[in-house]
C-alpha cells in the first residue's frame, strides 16, 4: 500500500472503520441499501511524508449514490463561502474550469462567460441544465488531454476528498492550466472540528476517501508545477455550530473515533445537544475554531 498523493510506503494506521456501522449511517441518512460498496472495514492510514490521511480500500461512491444523496436539499448549495472567496481570484476575461462542477452554481457567482464544468453525475449535468449551464460528463484527466494549457484558472469546490487518485487528479488540472495561471481548491479542513467528528458519515467513504490538513496542502508544492499564494480557513458557519459544540462537548467525555454507536455514545451525544443548546449563542466567535472549509491557491510556475 502506498500513499496515493506522494506515493511514499511509511504509512501510519490510524483508525479502523467497522463496516456494519458505516453501513447502518448511511442507511439512515439515505434510507437506500449501499452493501454493494460497504462490504468490509475499511482502514484510516496516516502517510508520515506528505501527512495525508486516507482510507483503505478507496471505496468512492457510484452514480446511484450520488443521485440517493442529490435528494437531500443541503447537498448542493447554491453559494458557499468559498465560492466568494475564489471569485476575487478571478478576472472577467479568464477562461474558467470548475471541476467537479455539481449543478454549476459557482458560474452563476462569477462574471466572466467563459466557464467550463465538468462533472460525472449524469443527475447533476440535468439540474445545470434547467439553470441554462452546460456541464460536461467527463473527467479532468480526459479533458485535460484535449485541452492543455487551456485555462486561466482551474478550480475544484469539495472535490478532491472523494478522488481516489489524487496525485492524477491534480497533475491534470495543473495541465490544463496556462503558466501563470490559478489553481483552486476547496477542502474540508482536518485542522478544523470535523478531525474529531464521531459518526460524521460524509466525511467517509464511500463518500470521502482522504482528509487534508494545511500540511498536506502545502505538501503538494513539491509534486507539482504550483506554487501555493494563499490559504484561507472560513469562519465556523452558522449551520456548523451545532456539530462543533456537540463534538467539542463529546469529546470530554469519551475518546474521539470515526464511528461508534454504543450506548454510552447515544447518552452523550444526548446531553451534548441539550448543552449546545444551552450555550451556542453565549461563546463570542472569537473562541471559535476554524470552520469546515480551507481554500488553496496555487499559481502554475515553471520549475
Not at 462490504?39 to 452514480?63: A, H, W, Y
Request: glycine share 4%; proline share 3%.
Amino acid at each position: 500500500m502506498n500513499c496515493p498523493l506522494c506515493n511514499s510506503k511509511n504509512l501510519v494506521e490510524v483508525d479502523t472503520i467497522d463496516h456494519k456501522i458505516l453501513y447502518k449511517l448511511y442507511k439512515k441518512l439515505t434510507n437506500e441499501s449501499f452493501k454493494h460498496l460497504i462490504n468490509t472495514d475499511i482502514r484510516q492510514l496516516l502517510c508520515s511524508e506528505c501527512k495525508l490521511l486516507f482510507f483503505d480500500p478507496m471505496v468512492t461512491g457510484d452514480e446511484n449514490f450520488y443521485s440517493a444523496l442529490q435528494k437531500i436539499d443541503w447537498y448542493y448549495m447554491d453559494d458557499k463561502e468559498e465560492y466568494q472567496y475564489a471569485k476575487q481570484f478571478i478576472k472577467n476575461t479568464d477562461k474558467v474550469l470548475d471541476v467537479g462542477a455539481g449543478k454549476g452554481a459557482f458560474a452563476n457567482i462569477i462574471s466572466t462567460k467563459q466557464y467550463v464544468g465538468l462533472d460525472l453525475s449524469i443527475g447533476a449535468k440535468e439540474l445545470a441544465e434547467i439553470n441554462g449551464i452546460t456541464i460536461e460528463n467527463e473527467s479532468i484527466q480526459e479533458h485535460a488531454n484535449k485541452f492543455p494549457k487551456e485555462y486561466d484558472v482551474v478550480c475544484s469546490f469539495q472535490v478532491l476528498e472523494h478522488v481516489s487518485d489524487p496525485y492524477s487528479f491534480i497533475k491534470a488540472q495543473q495541465n490544463a492550466l496556462k503558466y501563470g495561471g490559478l489553481l483552486i481548491i476547496a477542502v474540508p479542513s482536518e485542522d478544523s472540528f470535523l478531525k474529531y467528528v464521531v459518526n460524521g458519515v460524509l466525511n467517509m467513504p464511500p463518500h470521502h476517501v482522504t482528509r487534508w490538513s494545511d500540511q498536506s496542502l502545502h505538501y503538494i508544492e513539491t509534486l507539482f508545477e504550483l506554487k501555493l499564494i494563499n490559504l484561507n480557513h472560513e469562519k465556523l458557519q452558522e449551520v456548523h455550530k451545532k456539530s462543533y459544540f456537540s463534538t467539542f462537548i463529546q469529546s470530554l467525555f469519551l475518546k474521539p473515533t470515526i464511528v461508534d454507536d454504543s450506548i454510552i455514545r447515544r447518552l452523550v451525544s444526548k446531553i451534548a445537544y441539550i448543552i449546545t443548546v444551552l450555550i451556542e449563542k453565549k461563546v463570542p466567535s472569537e473562541l471559535l475554531p476554524y470552520g469546515h472549509t480551507v481554500v488553496a491557491v496555487y499559481k502554475k510556475v515553471k520549475l
